[in-house]
Structures are given as structure tokens and as C-alpha cells.
């Protein structure tokens, strides 16, 4: 396999990921036939096959399997030397990577992206904005050089860099102004409107009001805050936002917002990185001047 490049790793990552060929080249950048043309020539230097062709989906084979693995070490490996390399050219410069949930995103990046490029004029952000299950999955295989999450993530091989921490409050219409300030049991009795499964905001208010996942009730789901708010605005029911949205989401809906009695939810917003990343120092100063805007926009 003395032909082996980077790249075709880089490929076969991508493959193993989508498990579609049309999807990997797009995430690749190149034409579909080129992708298959790496991989054959990949399966040709290995000596066996490494994916099962079906007509709409793409399996790795148990030698696939195993081979993924170690290509996957190989290019974290790669990606910590380029790391380690801007490193020592200075200021923090280059591709940088950021995940953010999607309960974060709208209300802290753009001030963060002003930021940065401000303070890093050579900086290259790529940002991504996904739920944490999927931007953790990400930063362990170094498709992400750090991501600003809800922490805790408990995860061994992730730094944890506290950001700011934000109370939840009540949305619910304007009908209702006036009313006492529902308690989590009476919350239960209310239509609750919480983001889609996956989103970590619905589980922590699921939490604040006392149901569990098994619990017989119905729930009506929303794709964003700003759909919840507007369904609240419409008498369908009340949510719960974090308050760094409460300026934009609830500027042009019929609503009113009010805080709950102490104790009151919370959470803890935080970045996370790789603990064997080189750029540490640089991450540090990246959370540092993102812990400034957070703790600065708080209503």
C-alpha cells in the first residue's frame, strides 16, 4: 500500500460516514465517478474489498470496518500536526472549525464571528450549526476543531471550557398576562410546546418540568424556538426559551415572557475541544472572548 494517499483516506472517511456515494463526493468536493475511482484504486492497493455496493446504500465491509478505524486515527493524527504547525507561526491563523447547537447559534454567532475576525484577522471560520450528539461525534473524529455546546458533555477525551450560564423563561400569549407564574407541576397540565428529539434545550425542559420520556402525554414538537414562539403567539400552548432569545425571537410575536420563581432552569453554555489538540492555547482564547460576548448579551 506504499501508494496510499491522504486524500483517498480522507475519501474512504467520507464514505464510511454517508454510506451514499453521491453524498461523499459532495462533502468531498469532487465528481461522483472520481470518489469511485479513489476507492477502487483503495480496495486495489488493500487487496480486498472494503464497501458492498447496493443500489441505494453503501456497507463497509468487516475488513471496511476495521480499516476506517485506522484510517480515521491516521488522519486525527495528520490533522494534529497541521495543528501543531500554526502553532508555532503565531497568532491563531487558518481554518478554524466551530460546531454550535442550534439553541445557541442564531443569538451568539454573529457577534462572535465579528469578534474573532477581529482579533484573528488571518482566521478561516467554518462554522457548523447541528445538534450535540452529532457535533460531538465530530470533534472525536476531527471533523471539528471545537464546538460551543450545554455542558456538561462528560466526555473523556473532551476538554470542557465553561462559557456563561442562562436562565430559561416561560413564553406563553398575551392573553395571559397577568396570570400567575406556572409552577413545573402546573406545567404538566399545560400544552407544552418543546423542540424536536435530538435537540439537548427539549430534555432539560422535560427535566425542569418533571416528565419523563415514558410518560403518556402529549407534546407538540417544533423544528426551531422562533416556530415554538410563533406557535405560542397562535394560542397553541407555552415554551420554554433560554434567555439569550428572548430580543429576537419574540420581537414580532404576540407573546409575553416571564421568569420562573427561584429555583429557576438554567443551563450551562460551554466550548469543548479535543484534550490532545495542539491549539489548546488558541481555544482558551477563543472561549475567553466568546465567555465576554455571552456574559455581555444577557438580557
Request: glycine residues 6%; charged residues 25%; aromatic residues 6%.
Amino acid at each position: 500500500m506504499i501508494g496510499l494517499t491522504i486524500k483517498q483516506l480522507r475519501y474512504f472517511d467520507a464514505l464510511a460516514r454517508h454510506r451514499h456515494f453521491g453524498r461523499a463526493a459532495e462533502a468531498c468536493s469532487i465528481s461522483q465517478p472520481a470518489l469511485s475511482l479513489q476507492i477502487k484504486e483503495l480496495e486495489n492497493m488493500a487487496g480486498a474489498a472494503l464497501v458492498e455496493r447496493g443500489p441505494r446504500e453503501v456497507r463497509l465491509t468487516s475488513i471496511g470496518e476495521d480499516f476506517v478505524i485506522k484510517a480515521r486515527q491516521v488522519l486525527l493524527g495528520i490533522d494534529e500536526l497541521e495543528d501543531l504547525m500554526r502553532v508555532s507561526q503565531g497568532p491563531f491563523a487558518g481554518r478554524f472549525r466551530l460546531g454550535v447547537i442550534p439553541t445557541v447559534a442564531p443569538y451568539l454567532l454573529p457577534d462572535t464571528i465579528t469578534a474573532l475576525t477581529e482579533r484573528f484577522p488571518d482566521i478561516d471560520l467554518e462554522l457548523r450549526e447541528s445538534v450535540t450528539k452529532s457535533l460531538v461525534t465530530d470533534l472525536l473524529e476531527s471533523r471539528l476543531d471545537a464546538a460551543i455546546v450545554a455542558l456538561p458533555i462528560s466526555e473523556p477525551a473532551l476538554r470542557e471550557f465553561a462559557l456563561f450560564q442562562e436562565d430559561f423563561v416561560l413564553v406563553r400569549s398575551r392573553r395571559d398576562d397577568g396570570k400567575p407564574v406556572p409552577s413545573p407541576d402546573m406545567l404538566k397540565t399545560m400544552r407544552l410546546l418543546l423542540l424536536e428529539e435530538g435537540h439537548c434545550f427539549r430534555d432539560q425542559a422535560l427535566s425542569f418540568c418533571e416528565i419523563t420520556k415514558t410518560q403518556p402525554r402529549q407534546l407538540m414538537e417544533g423544528s426551531s424556538l422562533s416556530t415554538l414562539v410563533q406557535m405560542v403567539g397562535a394560542g397553541m400552548g407555552v415554551t420554554l426559551i433560554p434567555e439569550m432569545a428572548i430580543a429576537l425571537e419574540t420581537r414580532n410575536a404576540k407573546v409575553s415572557v416571564v421568569t420562573f420563581d427561584p429555583p429557576k432552569p438554567n443551563r450551562t453554555i460551554g466550548m469543548v475541544w479535543r484534550k490532545s489538540n495542539p491549539l489548546a492555547d488558541q481555544l482558551m482564547n477563543v472561549g475567553a472572548i466568546v465567555r465576554g460576548l455571552g456574559q455581555r448579551n444577557r438580557p
